[in-house]
T-cell receptor, first 112, second 111 residues
């Protein structure tokens, strides 16, 4: 079982809704990531947090807003999404200086 | 040249077969290399890191050729449970550990 926990596992939201995806890890990892994955495509990096500070934003539209309230938690706030934003959203974490990135099981998002 | 390129696949092999996946990367200064496995509708999971001297884990052997900027994964005596998408992953230098994924190669092992 993955040690990175994501909730909810499935989310259906309308284009005017505001929702959030949550990610939690208790491995003491200080680097955390959000990836987006569409069907039959590899994961695409969205954001990287290092020591709770945003260090990489891969030119993600502002309708996606990340937040890292503490070293164990990572949120992705969603507002005014488009149907093409429907995808699997993967959270991941890594020990700074370590080699291995651990992925959560992902949140399946459908925008209607 | 794309950052990470993999065999397009798909690969369909019988149980017990040996199958090899190849991957090339564009940034010669890349330091870290991995093979991840992703089952249908699941998250990617680390299969193996790839070391310069090559490394083996049971039926799986990974090789790195820095001169050719080439990574390979060999699966021997393939099992039905090996059916998955195999992702070649590279960590380019100076990237704050931003992984670059290949498009993945789908493997189906048939009984």
């Amino acid at each position: 079982d993955t040690e990175v926990t994501q909730t909810p596992k499935h989310l259906v939201m309308g284009m005017t809704n505001k929702k959030s995806l949550k990610c939690e890890q208790h491995m003491g990892h200080r680097a955390m990531y959000w990836y987006k994955q569409k069907a039959k495509k590899p994961p695409e990096l969205m954001f990287v947090y290092s020591y709770e500070k945003l260090s990489i934003n891969e030119s993600v539209p502002s309708r996606f807003s990340p937040e890292c309230p503490n070293s164990s938690l990572l949120n992705l706030h969603l507002h005014a999404l488009q149907p093409e934003d429907s995808a699997l959203y993967l959270c991941a974490s890594r020990q700074v200086g370590g080699n291995t990135i651990y992925f959560g099981e992902g949140s399946w998002l459908t925008v209607v | 040249r794309k950052e990470v390129e993999q065999d397009p696949g798909p690969f369909n092999v019988p149980e017990g077969a040996t199958v090899a996946f190849n991957c090339t990367y564009s940034n010669s200064a890349s330091q870290s290399f991995f093979w991840y496995r992703q089952d249908c509708r699941k998250e990617p999971k680390l299969l193996m890191s790839v070391y310069s001297s090559g490394n083996e884990d049971g039926r799986f052997t990974a090789q790195l050729n820095r001169a050719s900027q080439y990574i390979s994964l060999l699966i021997r005596d393939s099992k039905l449970s090996d059916s998955a998408t195999y992702l070649c992953v590279v960590n380019p230098p100076g990237s704050n550990y931003k992984l670059t994924f290949g498009k993945g190669t789908l493997l189906t092992v048939n009984p």
